[in-house]
Antibody, heavy 118, light 112 residues
C-alpha cells in the first residue's frame, strides 16, 4: 500500500524550531518529487515547498522567506521540513504529498499538527 | 494566499447535480495550466478527485467530472449522495516562482 506518514509536529513557542518528517512506503520514493502543503485551521491548503528526486532542486512559497528548509534522505525513504523562527501564523496541519508530472499531488499523508503559541 | 476563487458553499438534494466553479487568471489557469480537484472529508487529508482537468483516478466514481475553459474550471457532481458532503478544492500551477502551486478558496458541499 502506498503510504506517507508525517511526524514531528507539536506545540512550540514563537521563535522556536521544528523538524517535520514524512516516511514513505509502498512505492519507489527515489522516483518522485515531493511536496509539503499546509492547512491552517478552517482554511484551504497552501503549498509550502517541493524537492526533486535527488534533493538538489528545492522551491519554496513566497511566504517562507528563508525560514523553511526541505530535504530528503533517499536511503531512508524520508522527506523532511525544517522550520525555524516559528510564528503564530505557521499554526497548521502540515501534509507531505507525492508529486505527479501534471503538477498535482496524488498521494497525501494524514498530516502532522504544528501549533505555535506562547 | 488562495488565488483561485470558488463559491463558499453549494447544496443539493440526494440525486441532484451540483457544480462548483473555480476562477483563476492569466498567470495560472488562463496560462494553459491544468486544473485538479481534491475532496477533503471532515478530519481527513485532501484526496485527488480529478486531475488534468477531466481525468478521474482509479476508484473515483464517474459521477464526478471536470471541465476547463479559459481562466475557469468546474467540477460537477451528479447523483449527489450523503457521502459527498465534504470540502472541495481546485488547484492549478502558477507562473510565479513564489506561488507555483495555487489552491482554490474551497467549497463546502452540503447534501440536504
Amino acid at each position: 500500500e502506498v503510504q506517507l506518514v508525517e511526524s514531528g509536529g507539536g506545540l512550540v513557542q514563537p521563535g522556536g524550531s521544528l523538524r517535520l518528517s514524512c516516511a514513505a512506503s509502498g512505492f519507489a520514493f527515489t522516483s518522485y518529487w515531493m511536496h509539503w502543503v499546509r492547512q491552517a485551521p478552517g482554511k484551504g491548503p497552501v503549498w509550502v515547498s517541493r524537492i526533486n528526486i535527488d534533493g538538489r532542486i528545492t522551491t519554496y512559497a513566497g511566504f517562507v522567506k528563508g525560514r523553511f528548509t526541505i530535504s530528503r534522505d533517499n536511503a531512508k525513504d524520508t522527506l523532511y521540513l525544517q522550520i525555524n523562527g516559528l510564528r503564530v501564523e505557521d499554526t497548521a496541519v502540515y501534509y507531505c504529498a507525492r508529486a505527479m508530472s501534471g503538477y498535482y499531488m496524488d498521494v497525501w499523508g494524514k498530516g502532522t499538527t504544528v501549533t505555535v503559541s506562547s | 494566499q488562495s488565488v483561485l476563487t470558488q463559491p463558499p458553499s453549494v447544496s443539493g438534494a440526494p440525486g441532484q447535480r451540483v457544480t462548483i466553479s473555480c476562477t483563476g487568471n492569466s498567470s495560472n489557469i488562463g496560462a494553459g495550466n491544468d486544473v485538479h480537484w481534491y475532496q477533503q472529508l471532515p478530519g481527513a487529508a485532501p484526496k485527488v478527485l480529478i486531475y488534468g482537468n477531466n481525468n478521474r483516478p482509479s476508484g473515483v466514481p464517474d459521477r464526478f467530472s471536470g471541465s476547463k475553459s479559459g481562466t475557469s474550471a468546474s467540477l460537477a457532481i451528479s447523483g449527489l449522495q450523503a457521502a459527498d458532503e465534504a470540502d472541495y478544492y481546485c488547484q492549478s500551477y502558477g507562473n510565479n516562482l513564489g506561488d507555483l502551486y495555487v489552491f482554490g478558496t474551497g467549497t463546502r458541499v452540503t447534501v440536504l
